[in-house]
């Protein structure tokens, strides 16, 4: 019998001020067991852990209800306190009557009689529930980032740091990311390349860094400080050890004709390249798309130049298995494709391009060698329209994204400024919903742009842009001048929306985290955990857990390197008691609990049983580890015959929860 | 082709290649075929049959056969080979116990069927290529079998043996069968028709369980309808909303795992078309996760105790229930 001890919380006015705390605390006083109940304005203050160590003492509780915030929140405080008054941590059971109650209803007697329907199927469980011991686990000391952009290259950097092996799968080529497709960065215009290549380098030649570029994550098994993971590395067709990055093939090979994606496809590459010339790894890559001697066996042109031999045709792609402590998520941004805004033209005209592609028509690097030239005729543009907002900050029922995209603000003034700068001869014009430049600096910017460049910011939207004789028509309305516009462009550049790599999704299936409905990764907690993912030992850095500019990312991937080396740091994890357990006597051997395992904890043995009349079966039934359990309770559900239970959340636990409401 | 088997159960018995023999004997009636094993010839030369009766799939019996000592021997029919593989595959029959020997089928008769013809008084039956001899005590009459065929068998989904030793005559073919139009009917009912439909069947249930018996995905050492701790055991007919809940969960319990053999509305006294059930999952299963048949092989995972990443997100299976 247990002597159950029941604790409500008003945590401030959140709770009491919908729900009769009093009131929840007296009737719950009278279910079968309870041998004590108190309500307090703060338990988990220290105040409120006292009244819960004394009470534990003095009433010789065996078990206690707390009826509070989400277990999220303080089931780990409240399991420490029941253990410093000597009681098993797993004897606490929280009922959450703050989100799941006070915070959701506006009606004082109905919240109070869900808190308190909440609060009974929380005692029905501590009746059934049993002492556990959590058992301990090993740390690899190895971080995996996945992406090689600035997010990942700078979480890298942090974490190797601090003395720990980190690997990075990187899917292109080269490492680099988008921050290597841009010129200038805003607001300090100081040039990306100049910022970004050192930091590739010091990648490169750290010795605690192996990057897998061209590679990607194929499976994730395991969990927090042991993560068991298969890299995919593509075959590039080149051996990487080998290959100098000379670049003899590259500029022998007679395929010319393959877009460069690198440079967005405005211009073309070879079907052996390398991205670019400061490119880590600086190794080629053959596009077997392209590439003749894949495709009909003929050419071969690339070995023949290749002086370290390195070209080898009949690579096949590889699968790597590598253990991690720590899985960091860094797979950054792109933006949207704009097929489904035809309004604007992009389709039809090579002289609308988006802003990424306005980056690389000004790059040095570019496929203009950085100057200003528009795609169709390569003449000087004289009049240019940005058009901002294009696929964000849309409603619900349009093909764009509800959020804003952040950077475009501050790149498109940057955009404008530039253009003035060095083609003081060129009409700028921007058209805007908003403009939007919080942010160190920032605002001084746009101002500077539209006060000392004299840019033409206009607020309104361009309804649509049509091709005509060589020039692009704009139609657009001024909403503070109240009067529509028709301007004749050379060049019109969109700031289409961002959203996360397509990459995202399968991976965070894989990892189990979770993602909002725009699929950029949702972080434990918006404020108090940031850079964590839900699931232990998963973190975000970069644009894959929401829009940033380059500060904010960096600053989010060390963040996220700190919280990787506190993981690592520590030899031993305590594990979770709550894990699976099988009868053996109802198991059938069937397999159906190993085949849902996504650990891999469930194993067969053929055992003897004694049976009736004496007589002896060997059957084969199924057998826990419990270091590697995670309790996630699929097993349970997939076991026909009801042999797989939960310790912590048993069957019958959950049923008499049920049970309990349904009373 | 009664002979042939029977011969080759001789063979088997005699050569010393099986201990006992899985086959049918006839039971209390001519039509009420039972499963019989045999360990000695002259009770295979009195007793054993194969005719039209021979419905029941003796796959379920191998998990304790399996388990005695010696070797057995079974027949099986092609739908019966999917519920062996079934079992083989959730190693519940031990495979170098069994000889299993494939025999062809031309589909199994439906007793009622021919009293629905308003035959009565039925003292035997004798097959004569298409047509069905009987003999009544009101003298010979004549029907053709395909009309009097059961259920499952009109609706027949596969000749092929999908695992076997030894095969008596041809090999047959997975075959295109409607065997899902009746779920689309009552898929096609509204929710109201829908419920007064199986209410209509399901409170017919006497709980005798011998659908449960005799399901080759029924397996389990210890059933949670007889297990006090499982919470369910007392599922029976508390009331008229518990006695579904018993089918529910049985079609659950089995979902995935259900070659579709159609035993279940077979034994059932109360012709309750139980094997619908199954069906509509079988059919859910496809059109979410692709074709898939429990049993039709040892290597392909069963969908829904496996994760692809392309698989079809929660959300549509939850529209689909709204439709």
Redesign the interface.
């Given at each position: 019998m247990q002597r159950i001890g029941v604790f409500v919380c008003w945590c401030g006015s959140n709770i009491a001020a919908t729900v009769d705390v009093k009131k929840v605390a007296e009737t719950l006083g009278k279910e079968p067991c309870v041998v004590y109940y108190e309500n307090y304005q703060y338990m988990c203050s220290e105040e409120g852990q006292n009244k819960i160590i004394n009470a534990i003492h003095e009433h010789k509780l065996s078990g206690i209800v707390i009826c509070s915030c989400s277990p999220r929140m303080h089931e780990a405080t409240f399991r420490r306190t029941a253990q410093k008054a000597g009681l098993n941590p797993y004897m606490v059971e929280i009922a959450n009557i703050r989100e799941q109650c006070s915070w959701i209803h506006k009606d004082m007697a109905t919240a109070t009689e869900k808190a308190i329907i909440l609060g009974r199927a929380a005692i029905a469980k501590v009746h059934l529930n049993t002492p556990l011991q959590a058992g301990e686990s090993p740390v690899v000391k190895r971080a995996l980032v996945i992406g090689g952009g600035i997010a990942g290259i700078q979480t890298a950097l942090d974490i190797a740091d601090a003395g720990f092996e980190v690997d990075i799968v990187e899917k292109k080529p080269t490492i680099g990311g988008k921050m290597s497709q841009i010129d200038k960065t805003f607001p300090t215009l100081d040039c990306s390349a100049c910022i970004l290549t050192p930091k590739m380098v010091d990648v490169a030649q750290n010795e605690k860094i192996h990057i897998y570029s061209y590679s990607e994550v194929a499976a994730v098994k395991g969990f927090v400080g042991n993560f068991d993971v298969t890299i995919k590395r593509k075959a590039r067709y080149v051996k990487e050890e080998l290959c100098t990055g000379c670049g003899a093939c590259t500029e022998k090979c007679p395929q010319k004709k393959v877009p460069n994606d690198f440079n967005l496809g405005l211009d073309n590459k070879h079907a052996i390249y390398i991205p670019f010339a400061q490119a880590v790894p600086k190794v080629a890559t053959i596009d077997p798309d392209y590439c003749m001697m894949l495709k009909t066996g003929k050419c071969g042109v690339c070995s023949k130049v290749c002086a370290a031999g390195a070209i080898d045709y009949k690579q096949q792609d590889e699968l790597v298995q590598q253990q991690y402590g720590a899985i960091v998520v860094a797979t950054g941004y792109n933006p949207i494709d704009l097929k489904n805004y035809d309004e604007f033209a992009y389709s039809q005209s090579p002289d609308v391009v988006t802003s990424l592609e306005f980056e690389r028509l000004t790059n040095a690097a570019g496929p203009t060698g950085g100057v200003l030239l528009r795609p169709s005729d390569r003449q000087h543009p004289h009049t240019i329209v940005f058009v901002q907002c294009v696929g964000s900050r849309e409603s619900g029922e349009g093909c764009g994204k509800t959020y804003c995209s952040k950077i475009c603000c501050m790149y498109t003034a940057k955009h404008a400024m530039l253009t003035r700068e060095k083609y003081p001869d060129t009409e700028v014009y921007v058209f805007y919903i908003d403009v939007r430049t919080p942010g160190k600096n920032f605002d001084e910017f746009y101002r500077r742009a539209v006060e000392e460049y004299g840019v033409h910011y206009i607020k309104g939207m361009v309804g649509k842009v049509s091709p005509e004789n060589g020039k692009l028509m704009v139609q657009a309305s001024d909403l503070l001048d109240n009067k529509q516009l028709k301007i004749e462009a050379d060049l019109v550049v969109l700031a289409a929306a961002i959203e996360p790599d397509p990459s995202a999704r399968?991976l965070a299936?894989?990892l189990t985290t979770q993602m909002d409905t725009n699929d950029f990764f949702t972080e434990a907690h918006p404020k108090l955990r940031p850079v964590e993912s839900a699931t232990a030992g998963i973190f975000l850095s970069g644009c894959c857990q929401g829009p940033k500019d380059i500060p904010e990312t960096v600053s989010q991937a060390s963040a996220c390197a700190a919280k990787v080396i506190g993981l690592l740091a520590k030899d031993k994890l305590l594990g979770n008691p709550c894990v699976a357990e099988s009868n053996e006597?109802?198991?059938?051997?069937?397999?159906?609990c190993e085949?849902?395992c996504p650990y891999g904890a469930i194993s067969?043995v053929d055992k003897e049983f004694k049976m009736p009349n004496r007589t002896i079966?060997v059957?084969?039934v199924a057998n826990v580890n419990p270091a590697v359990c995670q309790g996630c309770g699929a097993c349970t559900v997939?076991c026909?015959?009801?042999?797989m239970d939960l310790k912590g959340f048993s069957?019958?636990q959950i049923?008499a929860e049920v049970d309990a409401i349904c009373k | 082709m009664q002979e042939v088997i029977k011969q080759k159960a001789i063979e088997l018995l005699s050569s010393g290649k099986a201990d006992r023999v899985l086959g049918w004997k006839e039971g209390e009636f001519f039509y009420d075929i039972t499963p019989a094993v045999f360990t000695d010839v002259k009770e295979i030369e009195e007793k054993f049959v194969y005719n039209a009766f021979c419905g029941p799939n003796f796959s379920k019996y191998l998990v304790a056969e399996s388990?005695k000592d010696g070797k057995i021997a079974v027949f099986l029919k092609p739908c019966d080979t999917y519920s062996f593989q079934q079992l083989l595959k959730?190693?519940?029959i031990l495979r170098d116990k069994v000889y299993a020997v494939g025999i062809p089928c031309d589909g199994m008769v439906d007793i009622e069927k021919i009293r629905q013809k308003k035959i009565k008084g039925i003292t035997g039956v004798t097959e004569a290529g298409e047509v069905l001899q009987i003999d009544t005590i009101y003298g010979k009459k004549e029907v053709a079998k395909k009309d009097v065929l059961a259920e499952r068998c009109e609706n027949c989904k596969s000749k092929k043996h999908v695992v076997y030793d030894e095969l008596i005559g041809e090999e047959g073919d997975v075959l295109d069968s409607h065997r899902f139009d009746l779920v689309e009917k009552i898929e096609a009912m509204s929710e109201e028709e829908r419920f007064a439909f199986w209410q209509n069947e399901l409170s017919r249930c006497i709980r005798c369980n011998a659908c449960r018996n005799v399901c080759p995905a029924c397996?389990?050492?210890?059933?949670?309808f007889d297990?006090p701790?499982?919470?369910i055991d007392q599922k029976a007919a508390a009331d008229s909303f518990e006695e579904k809940m018993f089918h529910i969960i049985r079609a659950f319990?089995?979902a995935g795992?259900c070659t579709d053999c159609g035993e279940c509305s077979r034994v059932c006294p109360q012709n309750i078309p139980l094997h619908l059930l199954n069906r509509k999952f079988i059919k859910d299963i496809n059109e979410f996760y692709g074709e898939y048949q429990a049993g039709a092989d040892m290597e392909t995972?069963?969908p829904l105790?496996?994760?692809q990443?392309d698989d079809c997100e929660p959300s549509v299976i939850l529209t689909k229930g709204d439709q």
């Open positions: 399968p299936t894989m006597l109802m198991c059938n051997g069937c397999s159906s085949k849902v067969y079966a059957r084969r997939a026909p015959s009801g042999a069957n019958s049923m | 388990r959730e190693h519940r397996t389990c050492e210890k059933c949670v297990n701790a499982s919470g319990h089995v795992r995972r069963a105790t496996d994760y990443t």
